[in-house]
């Protein structure tokens, strides 16, 4: 790992030539993200390998985590460490290239659905209390959008069901800022490995994070 | 019974070992919760059976309770102890284990569902008033939501019924907490109890209730 | 007629022993709400019958008027009355059982309605003044709610609307709470002769009455 | 013409004894309402015809007048006395009655399309300006009212339509008041003559009104 | 040319015998304002007909600008001065007899429809910025207004289009009132010759304008 | 290059005579807008031809751009210069002509399009955040808009949603005024030459462009 430094911005995509190198090593940093922020967080899925193969327009890169048994329930504390999951790819970029892409619309949308969830469903949110909040329906036949009626609660409670969205996105936007900050040896380093393997699994993640224990 | 504390939290999640255990455990706590709070109750329905036996995604567990005689009107005072048997398991868990899941989203949607229509169609609300207000309207025909009009009522009266579903919900949550943090120990041994047994009839719940009157 | 008090609350629920002779209690003091607050407005429709006779879920009891000839037209005084007969079985749980039930809905439902339109059809709200309010349309070919545009009318004449017709049927609540604690004497004979003989008819309802003028 | 009196309320109701009887002599000042307004503005058509005979329940009783040639432009001088014909019958009630009744409604909101028409379409209101505004529309297959997108203009315009339209009504409420407290003498004897004869024509109407030229 | 008078309201309506003539009247005056507002702006299409033959109920009278060549694009200052054209009907209504009618109601949809095209879609608007705000959409297979999601923009963007719609309109309302102001001797006689020859071409139009350039 | 003025406004429409000829010079200094801007911004897709002969209704000329390389990562960066080439031809004939056309509305459409993206799907708003917002759906079978139901998000939301579209676009045209005020000379040069040729290729656009450097 030849570059030691953390907190600063490297402008590594200056000295790539052409666009598609530097989508590649966009795309790097974004897995890289989302995998160390999984493995910094103790009610995350362990990931199982990841890959910045392109498998068509959808995914340039995947990071896959595999849950160590089958779930029904989930606990606060865990959807709280999934949106941080969600967010490590976007905030690798921002570190890394003090640019963003649109590679990141899927994580942002998951992770609003997951928030929106969190505060309207599962009566996770001090602010609006135990009340659940109807959920935009779809119909049963098509996969289309229904038409419905006005809408159940009130402006107000619509005002602070955002606000509460937008303090969970960004109470985790700081979380995984701190971590990828603290550990940008070891997001450089598999950003790195990810670019020269293009596929990096469980056993050579161990590997290459051992040693930045010591961050 | 072994621990006889009350009001302070018992980790006691952090002893088990695999996740299906841990989830088992807020199974048993949550059933437990509800159990005890219909047993709170005057005008609950007692309780006939207890059982954490999954049955498919829907349900990890349930409380059934057996209606006495038929009934055709509820009093007011009936559908506030119902309310709190809704919070009884949600309660449980914060008691418990200091987190929540989303194990209580069923509860909580029920709980809102009957706030609602104490507001909005029985006139239960001093500051609604003795006015009904229409609720959202299905088809006939098919189980989908049918497009309908504008909401009948105005902006600043939405609010007001969410504002009074938030505080009959608030209110039913303090009175939840006071009775399950009163009565941790019989709640815990209840909890024991199922995780052993798995299913907990009338017979049982009273022999284990009994010892503890003295709460 | 043994009991001889008005305004207080008698809780002569408690003295019955099953849920179901508590419900029809709750039933016979509601109908004899509806028939003396009928009897006591001038421009009432007469009572004809009165029956607890479960037909149904829909109805536990009924009050029968008789509207004395065809009518097309009618004044706001006699629209005010017939609120006023609305809320009488209402009130009269209020004031005997210190509880209210569900059984009050339709009543709630019928009284909301007739009051919108008196300020939205009828120009009889001097607040809203002489123009007229769209309603919920509904489809000439089938039983549903239309889909429909927007609200032809502002949000804050939404409120003013609602505002009225609160105001209308919290007038009412006064009026009637008025009548049935000034005539507390005759609601307890002809509740607890509506528990013996299930119906009364209309000669039996005057002979009732009949010496209760002097109240 | 017996009564001299104007602006005072003759209880006449009071001396009838049947309800169709005061249903009757409702109708009839109500339909001298429309007709002495009709005759007191120089912009709206003569009257050629008053009838109190029921046609079914939608006219109990109906004031005809005969436009004396083809119109295709309406100026708002005409419409002005238009609105103040529809209020005619409501206000007789007013002044005669000390009661108001349905019998208004179609007068009602006919009064209320036209002001809104000559806000929203005629660019007849100050206020607004000479903008129009789109209206509610109407499937051009079904007679229904078709779903709709989301109003074309904002809240505070529809708040600035509401309050010109009431205060169109409110204006013409004072005028007619005006017209009906200066003209009481006609005013009764039309109705009398109404609730003899049942019919009034042209001639009559004529003869009826001449000697209270001195009004 | 007989009167010579401006700025003055000639009730020459009044001097009329019957309806018809008065509505012809009207028609020649409203024709006359369109026609002289279009020869009075720089950017207007020249009037090559004006005619008050009626041609059905949709139009009683037609003021007919050729454009001198095919255009595909339209600059604001062109845009303004249709404007102007627009309003040139009802302007000479007010400032002739004091009155308006009914007549305008198209020339007001198509200024209002120009107004907002120019602010939503055309980006000329300051206030509003270089953002376009979507128009209400209509289905390719009917010629019905389509039911739509909810609207696009904020309530307050909606407030900012209604003002900058009033805006541009009451302007314009000022420029031509200023105009046929000015130029009423020639109002005044385009219309006579109207209400004598019921066509006028743009010869007679050219020699009837062309002893006025001394106003 | 025989004029050398910048940031001066060169009457140039003045001195042609027919509207077409006028037209022609509208879109060809429209079009020498894009391109300049998007030769202007390091991000951009360089231009590899202009042309102002007409393409039906829809299009009266054009710019084509052609990307180095297959991409489908956008960086915020590039976006933004994309914003900038959008407002090239509007901001061109402010510039040039102190007046503004029609023919900037599909320009305005794609980049308030771009900016709503960036903001709603993207979290490239700092004052929105990371949270995604609901787009207008489409049916997959026909191509309309589809009856929705209410908005996801509150009216506060919508507002700043607006004021974050309004804002990236007074900036880009901010930036944009500056580039082509500071490369006027380029820009009458460029609209020369497509008046000349009508068709612009990347040979020649480079010639035109090389001795400008100096700028």
């Known amino acids: 790992m030849p570059f030691a430094l953390s907190g600063t911005r490297v402008p590594s995509a200056s000295v790539t030539d052409s666009g598609a190198e530097r989508e590649k090593e966009t795309v790097a940093y974004h897995e890289a993200g989302h995998a160390l922020v999984a493995e910094s967080r103790p009610h995350a899925d362990r990931v199982s390998k990841i890959s910045i193969i392109p498998r068509g327009v959808a995914a340039l890169g995947y990071t896959q985590q595999l849950p160590t ?6 606990k606060k504390t865990e959807l709280l460490d999934r949106l941080d999951v969600f967010l490590g790819g976007r905030v690798a970029e921002e570190l890394v290239f003090g640019d963003i892409s649109t590679g990141a619309r899927d994580d942002l949308q998951r992770a609003t ?10 009566g996770m949110s001090e602010h609006l209390g135990l009340g659940t909040f109807e959920e935009p329906r779809t119909s049963p036949f098509l996969n289309i959008p229904m038409a419905q009626g006005p809408r159940e609660y009130s402006e107000r409670t619509a005002q602070a069901i955002d606000e509460e969205i937008g303090k969970l996105l960004a109470d985790a936007h700081q979380r995984v800022t701190g ?12 950003a790195k490995l990810l670019l020269e393997k293009e596929v990096v699994d469980r056993t050579t993640l161990d590997r290459l994070l051992a040693p930045t224990h010591a961050e």
């Not at 659905?113 to 599962?122: C, K, P, W």
């Open 179 to 190: 971590t990828l900050t603290d550990r940008r040896v070891s997001l450089d380093a598999l």
């Open 113 to 122: 659905d997951l928030a929106r969830h969190m505060i309207t469903q599962y």
């Open 69 to 74: 048994e089958d779930r029904y329930l989930l």
